[in-house]
């Protein structure tokens, strides 16, 4: 392995444990980001002359260490406290696993609420998993420099407030779950438009997401939205294989071969719902994941419960109210053969809400190529392609416009 490859490898899988690590040893956010940027940037300039070391993990870790002692002493010079002790910080290399993962403690620590619940899952989505302003900035629709300073401002205050970096006490760890959980889907809702395109699932974000909502689930055992969540991502995850056909192009869910399905993974996530409801305290996630599960009941039965699917969905949004699942409902409206019913309901959405948003364009245009209003099917259809996330769900549209007839 090349020693960029080597560095950009180490990166992708331990970028968030070496940060939490580093925030554990340092107590300061900010501060042990730009270590572990040094240290990526010493690892391109010595690896391809010394050679990959054994351990890139426990290298980058030892080479950030170094630089944290270095900032402490520069900033006891800056005080006039050149007495004071230096943080307890070995410059030694140790191995990742010797400091244990702190991913956890560094997700709550995101989550403070001492932060604008704005910038909660942008903070945890640089912070643990290693996004970039420019790259949250595309995914919320904001300037990146907007996005930039909020994040440093967070950081900011996170230090000056002198966060402990530690779980916190049961009641508060419960208050600050729901901001977790928002930023672990978010996190692998960006992981499985990347595997549409190309990315390698085993590396990328899903992955990761899904690492750290089992985190979550052994954490707090009797939460039900956290085995929600585990629940939800993992029925999505069992399609994956089915989501492109051998030519790499799109397949809806409805038409995808459920013998491609993973079994292993519909049976984890079904004993997590039935788990999760056996609490009954419904939520967002427990909800989304039911969904999930009617859909799932495919591979059994062979058809899809639409009228129950549509329940689910009025039962989400009173869990949750959003425009997904507004869209949801009429999509299932249109498959429980009530097309006239779905395009009322896409009727009562803010036109400002959905004017860039590809799924109610996609939703509409099959509503009304379903009515028969093809010219209007085809210019939704073409809104929407230009909408898509990826090649192959833009020409899977383009062609659903070519197949309408006028």
Not at 17 to 32: E, F, P, R
Not at 168 to 181: F, K, N, Y
Not at 341 to 351: C, I, K, S, T, V
Request: contains cysteine.
């Amino acid at each position: 392995m090349e020693a960029g490859a080597a560095a950009e490898w180490a990166a992708r899988t331990a970028y968030g444990k070496l940060v939490a690590q580093l925030t554990a040893q340092c107590g300061d956010l900010a501060v042990a980001e730009d270590a572990l940027a040094d240290a990526f940037a010493r690892a391109l300039e010595a690896w391809p002359r010394r050679g990959i070391p054994a351990s890139p993990e426990a290298w980058l870790m030892a080479a950030a260490k170094r630089r944290t002692v270095d900032a402490a002493r520069r900033r006891q010079t800056e005080a006039r406290h050149a007495a004071a002790s230096v943080p307890a910080i070995s410059d030694a290399p140790d191995s990742a696993e010797t400091k244990g993962d702190r991913r956890l403690e560094l997700l709550f620590l995101c989550a403070h609420p001492a932060l604008p619940e704005s910038v909660h899952t942008p903070l945890m989505l640089q912070a643990v998993l290693g996004f970039t302003a420019e790259e949250i900035a595309a995914a919320t629709l904001e300037p990146p420099a907007r996005v930039g300073q909020r994040l440093v401002r967070a950081k900011r205050r996170l230090a000056e407030a002198k966060v402990p970096f530690a779980l916190p006490p049961a009641h508060i760890l419960r208050e600050r779950m729901a901001g977790v959980q928002r930023a672990i889907y978010a996190a692998y809702s960006s992981g499985w438009d990347d595997a549409a395109n190309g990315a390698e699932a085993a590396t990328g974000l899903a992955s990761e997401a899904e690492w750290l909502a089992r985190c979550l689930v052994r954490l707090a055992p009797e939460d039900a939205e956290a085995k929600g969540l585990l629940s939800l991502i993992l029925y999505c995850e069992s399609r994956r294989p089915a989501r492109r056909d051998d030519a790499g192009r799109f397949v809806p869910l409805d038409r995808q071969d459920t013998g491609l399905w993973d079994t292993r993974k519909i049976g984890e996530a079904s004993a997590l719902l039935r788990s999760a409801a056996a609490r009954r305290v419904p939520g967002r996630f427990q909800f989304e994941a039911a969904i999930q599960a009617a859909h799932a009941d495919r591979r059994k039965t062979g058809q899809t419960d639409w009228a129950m699917v549509r329940r689910l969905y009025r039962g989400l949004m009173l869990a949750a109210p959003s425009l997904g699942a507004q869209i949801g409902e009429a999509a299932a409206a249109l498959h429980a053969g009530a097309p006239e019913e779905a395009l009322g309901l896409l009727g009562h959405l803010d036109a400002s809400r959905v004017a860039g948003h590809g799924p109610y364009w996609a939703t509409r245009a099959h509503v009304l190529q379903a009515l028969q209003r093809h010219e209007e099917a085809s210019e939704a259809f073409e809104r929407a392609a230009a909408l898509a996330p990826d090649d192959a769900a833009r020409d899977f549209l383009l062609a659903a416009r070519l197949r309408a007839p006028g």
